[in-house]
């Protein structure tokens, strides 16, 4: 089944990661893709994706006017704009007292403006077309935790700022047909947390405090990605789906 045929969907941090793979699978389920990236996306990369693939657009969503170039050059180009995925992210992981204003920008930057400008410039095509669309954000099981295996406050402040804008876009954007929903990662297996993964006894601990015994795979988050853009979840909005192996369940 192929549940997304007709819709054209973008995903920002399409090149790497739950990006990609969330990419590969909208693909997968008939949409076309348009993948956003502050990286430069090869054409083998593109392809991978498959005959769902549409176009690579670069820019850096922390960019207002990057932003709205791209999104404009994605309409362009597919004519429509059904899905938004809000997959990039970054993390400056340092104790809150060393953590400077500098490095506390530049996460809120990328993981909370730029998701809000990502999200506005497809609203405000969706809303201009008439098209009661389907926004997924990408938060975090640290969104919900204060806890983790090291200090990260700028990164779980932002990522529980996007709960409660999930929410808050969710209810004004109902009247338009566009659901906000979100998902909450555990630690997934990528090269976003490369460092860890590389640490044995880090990756233990992290399966020992997991319900499920296991990292989560950028593919078990694109899954849920899916569901949320699909028909499937055509009455739920404003919610945060946590992938997390049980791990807030605790």
Same mark, same amino acid.
């Given at each position: 089944m192929?549940?997304l =045929?007709?819709?054209v969907a973008?995903?920002? +941090?399409?090149?790497?990661?739950?990006g %990609?793979a969330?990419?590969?699978?909208?693909a *997968?389920?008939?949409?076309?893709?348009?993948?956003l990236?502050? /990286?430069? =996306?090869?054409?083998?990369l593109?392809a991978?994706?498959?005959?769902g693939a549409?176009?690579?657009?670069?820019a850096? !969503? /922390?960019? *207002?006017?990057?932003?709205?170039?791209a999104?404009a050059? #994605?309409?362009?180009? $597919?004519g429509?704009?059904d !899905?938004l #995925?809000?997959?990039?992210g970054?993390?400056i992981r340092?104790p809150?007292v *060393?953590h400077t204003v500098a490095?506390?920008?530049?996460v809120v930057a990328v993981n909370m403006?730029?998701?809000f400008?990502?999200?506005?410039?497809?609203?405000?095509?969706?809303?201009g077309?008439?098209?009661?669309g389907?926004v997924i954000?990408?938060?975090?099981i640290?969104g %919900?935790?204060?806890?983790g295996?090291y200090?990260?406050?700028s990164?779980?402040?932002t990522?529980? /700022?996007? &709960?409660?804008m999930?929410?808050?876009?969710? =209810?004004?954007w109902?009247?338009h +047909?566009?659901?906000?929903?979100?998902v909450a990662p555990?630690?997934?297996n990528?090269? %976003?947390i490369?460092p860890l993964?590389?640490?044995p006894?880090?990756?233990?601990?992290? *399966?020992a405090?997991?319900?499920?015994?296991?990292l /989560?795979e950028?593919?078990? &988050?694109a899954? $849920?990605? =899916? %569901?949320? $853009?699909?028909?499937?979840a055509?009455m739920i909005?404003g919610?945060t789906?946590p992938?997390d192996g +049980?791990f807030?369940?605790?």
């Open positions: 192929k549940p =045929v007709g819709r973008v995903v920002t +941090g399409g090149a790497s990661g739950i %990609f969330t990419a590969k699978a909208l *997968e389920a008939g949409a076309r893709v348009a993948v990236d502050r /990286a430069t =996306v090869s054409a083998d593109l991978s994706l498959g005959t549409h176009c690579a657009v670069e850096d !969503i /922390a960019d *207002e006017g990057q932003v709205d170039r999104f050059e #994605v309409v362009a180009q $597919a429509r704009i !899905i #995925v809000n997959s990039a970054l993390a340092q809150a *060393e490095d506390w920008d530049k403006t730029g998701t400008l990502c999200a506005r410039a497809a609203a405000r095509h969706m809303i077309a008439g098209i009661a389907a954000n990408v938060s975090s640290m %919900f935790s204060g806890g295996l200090p990260n406050i990164y779980q402040t990522k529980g /700022a996007i &709960v409660n999930t929410r808050a876009l969710a =209810v004004e109902a009247p +047909g566009i659901r906000v929903n979100a555990t630690y997934v990528t090269p %976003f490369a993964v590389a640490q006894e880090l990756v233990a601990r992290i *399966e405090m997991t319900p499920l015994k296991r /989560a950028p593919e078990d &988050v899954a $849920a990605i =899916v %569901f949320l $853009a699909g028909p499937g055509a909005t919610h789906l992938v +049980g807030l369940a605790q």
